[in-house]
C-alpha cells in the first residue's frame, strides 16, 4: 500500500502557525539518538514510533530498538524493504511501506511517556544533488519539527498510528491501546508558535548539541564549496592542457576554452576572440550560448569604440562591467556600440585578457543576458584568468608550430629544388656539351669532310650552344625575379602590337610545316595596358612557345585578349595538345616542375618558363592560371594585366613604336625573347 501524502504537511496543517526549521542529516541523527537515548536511560514504558526511509538505515539501528523493545511492547518501526524487511510482529512491530510512499522522503521519531513527549517529524528538503555532487551524505538537508511539546507530539504520534492501521489493519485493537494509554483529548487549539527549542526540553544539552552541529556543518558546506570550486578550477585547467597536447591547432583549442567555460561559469554567453592592439575590428568564431539567448557568431566586434575594451588595453588587467547599461563609458560611446551591446543583450560584462609576455593576443568575454544584472565572484574571474593564460601559451605554441611546420615545408622544397636543379642541369649541360664536342672532334679529324657534312656539324654545334645559353638565361632570369633585383619601366603599351611581337617569335623560329596552325583575335581597340613592354612579350613568347611545343603539326593554337571588368585585360592561350591532368594545374607552375620527369621527358626544357612567367604577372599584379579537361584534350593558359588609367591613341602610337623598336626581329637586336627556342617545357 502507497500513501503519497506527507506526514509533515498533514502536522503543520494541524499546527498552522507553526514554521519548520532547516536540519542538516548529521543533525537529525544525533537528536534521534539523544531521543533514543533517554528511553533507555529512563525507566517508564513509552510509546515509540520510528520511520526509516529505506531499510539499509534501519539496519544501523536496529539494535537500538531491540533494547528499547525490552522496556515496553508499543514500538512500531516503518520503512520501505529493501531485502530482508517485512510486515512482522516480533520483539517489536515492523511495517513495511511501498517504495513510492511519502514517507520514502521523510524522518520520524515519536516518543511519549507519562513524563515527557518528544518528536521529531521532516521531510527531505529536496534531491541529493548537492550531497552527490560534494560526496557527502551528511550535507543532506530536512525540513520539519523538532519539539518536546506535548500537545504537538500527541498529534504527531496520532497520524502516524493512523498510518500503521492502514498498511496493517491487524494492528487496530494495539493501536486503541496504545491511543488510550498515551494520547489524551487533543485540546482545540495547538500552540500556535514556533518552538524550535522549548523550554521545557528536559535536556538542554541536547539543545546546544544541535546547535554546535548545526553551525559545523555550515561551516563543513563552506569548505566544500571552496573545495569543489578549487577542483572546478583544476579540472578545466586539465581539460585545458589535455586539449594543448592532443592538439596545436589554435581553432580546437579556443573550442575547448570556451565550452567549459561556458559549461563550468554558467554564463549566458561566453566568447573568445584573438585580437591585437591595433585592431579596430574582431570577428567572433568561437562562443557558448545558453538556451534562448542571442548568437554573436559571425558578428563584427567593436574594439577601438568599445571603452571597456579599451579599459583592458591600457590596465592590462581583467574588468567587470556590474551594470552596462548604465555605465557612463557606453553613454558616452557611438552609437555603433550601444546598438552592439542592445543587440547582443547584454547585461552584465566580463573582459579577461589573453596576454603572452605582456603582449595582447586575444580576449575572454563573459556576458549575462538576464533582466537583472549579475556578477562572477573573485574565485570565478581567478578561474578564467587561469584558463585565458592557458589560452594564451596554447596559441603561442600553436604559432610556432604552425612556423615550425612552414620553415619545414619550405626547407624541404629547398632540398627537392637541389635534387631537381642538379638532375635537370647535369642532363640538360650534358647533352648540348656532348653533342658539341663530338662535332668539333669530327670537324678538327676529319679535314676531308664535305662542305654540307662539315656545315651540318656547325648547325648542330650551334643549335645546342644556344640550348645551353638558354638554359643559363632561364636560371638568371628566374633568380633576378625571385629576389627582387629586377628594374621594371611600367608604361602604357598596346597589347595588339605586344601579341604580334610574340607571335612573331613563334614564326621566325620554326618552320611553317613544323608548326600547329595559329589564329590570333586580338581587337585593335582594346585599350591599352599598363606594363613593362619587355617582360610583357616574355610572357607572351614563352606561353606560346610552350604551347607549341606541346601540340602536333595537325593541332591548333590560338590566342584572345578581353577586358574584363574595365579594370584588366584577360590574355588566353588555347592549344590542341597534350593537356594536363586536374589535379596538376596548381603543380606546373612551380620551379623545375616536369610532367614526365626530368630524365624522361620527350621535349626539352629545364620547366623554369611557367614559373618565370608567374613571377612576371604577378608583379604587376595580375593573375596566371591553367585549364584543361584532361590528359590529350588540350589546355587553357590564362593571365590578366592591368588596363592603363589614361592613354590616347597617340600615345599608343608612340609606344607601340618603342615596343616595335626595341623588340625588333633583326638578328642585330634579338631580345631574350625571341634568342632562344624550346625554352619552356613546364607541362
Not at 544541535?210 to 555550515?218: E, K, M, P
Not at 539567448?293 to 562591467?321: A, Y
Not at 623588340?663 to 607541362?683: E, L, P, V
Request: aromatic share 6%; glycine share 6%; charged share 25%.
Amino acid at each position: 500500500m502507497s500513501i503519497p501524502t506527507s506526514v509533515l504537511a498533514e502536522l503543520l496543517h494541524a499546527i498552522p502557525n507553526w514554521r519548520p526549521q532547516m536540519y542538516f542529516k548529521s543533525s537529525l541523527v544525533a537528536l534521534s539518538h539523544a531521543m533514543e537515548d533517554q528511553v533507555l536511560a529512563g525507566n517508564g514504558s513509552p510509546l515509540v514510533i520510528a520511520t526509516f526511509q529505506r531499510e539499509r538505515f534501519y539496519r544501523q539501528e536496529a539494535h537500538r530498538y531491540r533494547r528499547i523493545a525490552r522496556q515496553t511492547d508499543q514500538v512500531y518501526v516503518l520503512s520501505a524493504p529493501e531485502t530482508d524487511f517485512k510486515n512482522q510482529s516480533g520483539e517489536y512491530e515492523t511495517i513495511a511501506f511501498d517504495g513510492e510512499d511519502g514517507l520514502t522522503h521523510e524522518w520520524h521519531l515519536v516518543v511519549i511517556t507519562q513524563q515527557y513527549a518528544n518528536c521529531l517529524i521532516c521531510r527531505e528538503r529536496a534531491s541529493q544533488r548537492e550531497s552527490q555532487k560534494n560526496g557527502m551524505d551528511s550535507n543532506r538537508r530536512f525540513e520539519g519539527i523538532w519539539t518536546s511539546d506535548q500537545g504537538v507530539c500527541e498529534e504527531a504520534a496520532k497520524i502516524l498510528l493512523e498510518r500503521i492501521v492502514q498498511y496493517r489493519p491487524e494492528l487496530t485493537e494495539k493501536v486503541n491501546t496504545a491511543k488510550s494509554l498515551y494520547l489524551q483529548e487533543v485540546p482545540e487549539e495547538l500552540p500556535t508558535g514556533p518552538q524550535q527549542f522549548p523550554t521545557n526540553n528536559p535536556d538542554p544539552f541536547v539543545n546546544r548539541l544541535v546547535n554546535y552541529l548545526q553551525v559545523g556543518q555550515y561551516k563543513l558546506m563552506k569548505a566544500y564549496r571552496a573545495i569543489a570550486s578549487q577542483e572546478q578550477k583544476e579540472r578545466l585547467i586539465h581539460l585545458m592542457t589535455v586539449a594543448i597536447r592532443r592538439s596545436l591547432d589554435p581553432q580546437k583549442i579556443l573550442e575547448v576554452a570556451v565550452e567549459q567555460l561556458g559549461q563550468v561559469l554558467g554564463a549566458c554567453r561566453s566568447i573568445i576572440y584573438r585580437c591585437g592592439e591595433a585592431d579596430e575590428t574582431a570577428t567572433i568564431t568561437h562562443e557558448y550560448l545558453r538556451p534562448k539567448i542571442p548568437t554573436v557568431q559571425g558578428e563584427t566586434w567593436l574594439l577601438q569604440q568599445n571603452p571597456f575594451f579599451q579599459t583592458v588595453l591600457e590596465t592590462r588587467e581583467s574588468l567587470l562591467v556590474k551594470e552596462v547599461a548604465n555605465h557612463p563609458s557606453l553613454e558616452e560611446s557611438p552609437q555603433s556600440m550601444q546598438n552592439l551591446v542592445k543587440q547582443a543583450n547584454i547585461t552584465s560584462w566580463l573582459f579577461v585578457p589573453v596576454l603572452y609576455q605582456g603582449r595582447l593576443i586575444g580576449m575572454v568575454e563573459l556576458h549575462h543576458c538576464g533582466t537583472v544584472p549579475d556578477e562572477w565572484a573573485k574565485e570565478e574571474i581567478a578561474l578564467v584568468e587561469a584558463v585565458a593564460n592557458q589560452v594564451g601559451v596554447a596559441l603561442i605554441q600553436a604559432e610556432s608550430y604552425a612556423s615550425l611546420e612552414v620553415l619545414n615545408q619550405q626547407l624541404e622544397e629547398l632540398d627537392n629544388t637541389r635534387s631537381n636543379l642538379v638532375a635537370i642541369t647535369g642532363h640538360e649541360l650534358r647533352t648540348p656539351l656532348s653533342t658539341i664536342q663530338i662535332c668539333l672532334e669530327s670537324l678538327a679529324s676529319e679535314p676531308d669532310m664535305s662542305p654540307e657534312l662539315r656545315q651540318v656539324m656547325l648547325n648542330t654545334a650551334l643549335a645546342d650552344a644556344e640550348r645551353m645559353r638558354t638554359l643559363v638565361q632561364d636560371f638568371l632570369t628566374l633568380s633576378q625575379l625571385e629576389s627582387g633585383r629586377v628594374e621594371w619601366n611600367p608604361e602604357p603599351l598596346s597589347m595588339y602590337e605586344c601579341v604580334e611581337l610574340g607571335v612573331s617569335h613563334i614564326r621566325s623560329h620554326t618552320v611553317q610545316s613544323e608548326r600547329p596552325n595559329l589564329e590570333v583575335s586580338v581587337p585593335e581597340n582594346l585599350p591599352l595596358v599598363q606594363a613593362d613592354g619587355e617582360w610583357l612579350v616574355e610572357v607572351l613568347t614563352k606561353l606560346l612557345d610552350n604551347a607549341n611545343k606541346f601540340t602536333s603539326v595537325e593541332g591548333e593554337i590560338a590566342i584572345a585578349v578581353q577586358p574584363i571588368a574595365n579594370q584588366m585585360l584577360q590574355v588566353t592561350i588555347t592549344d590542341t595538345g597534350r593537356g594536363i591532368e586536374p589535379n596538376r594545374l596548381e603543380t606546373v607552375f612551380d620551379r623545375f616542375y616536369q610532367e614526365e620527369g626530368a630524365l624522361q621527358r620527350t621535349t626539352g626544357g629545364t620547366g623554369l618558363g611557367l614559373a618565370i612567367c608567374r613571377q612576371i604577372v604577378q608583379r604587376w599584379h595580375g593573375k596566371i592560371w591553367a585549364e584543361s579537361e584532361g590528359k590529350d584534350k588540350g589546355s587553357q593558359f590564362h593571365f590578366t594585366i592591368p588596363i592603363a588609367r589614361s592613354a590616347s591613341q597617340s600615345k599608343s602610337k608612340s609606344n607601340s613604336k618603342s615596343v616595335s623598336k626595341s623588340k625588333s626581329t633583326g638578328s642585330s637586336h634579338k631580345t631574350k625573347s625571341q634568342s632562344r627556342k624550346g625554352t619552356n617545357s613546364k607541362q
